[in-house]
Nanobody, 127 residues
């Protein structure tokens, strides 16, 4: 059983930054995706990173502002969020799947593609 633990959420003003972390042992063996869900909205994909070659993918809404990366230990994946906007307010989730990469990279931000999920961390951006 893979248990993902997220941390790093909080409240910031528009233009601020936060760094989310997603941790579990041997996470380097999993493709990892970041998702978010705002009240009354469907869960949407934000970003992902493969396990083999570190390929990344971003939703258009966060491209150029968010960066996903892995730490050298292999146990943690980060989501660096800069230039935050009120519309980024949501509960953010990380998810993991044992496949090394996605044949169609854009599929990596589809929630149905992931088996394991974290509990979520709240991000609130005020104007």
């Amino acid at each position: 059983q893979v248990q993902l633990v997220e941390s790093g959420g909080g409240s910031v003003q528009t233009g601020g930054s936060l760094r989310l972390s997603c941790t579990t042992s041997r996470l380097e063996n999993y493709a990892v995706g970041w998702f978010r869900q705002a009240p009354g909205k469907e869960r949407e994909g934000v970003s992902c990173i493969s396990s083999t070659d570190g390929r990344t993918h971003y939703a258009d809404s966060v491209k150029g502002r968010f960066t996903v990366s892995r730490d050298s230990s292999g146990d943690t994946v980060y989501l660096q969020m800069n230039s935050l906007k009120p519309e980024d307010t949501a509960v953010y989730y990380c998810a993991a799947d044992i496949r090394p990469f996605f044949a169609v990279q854009s599929m990596c931000i589809k929630p149905a593609e992931y088996e394991y999920w974290g509990q979520g961390t709240q991000v609130t951006v005020s104007s």
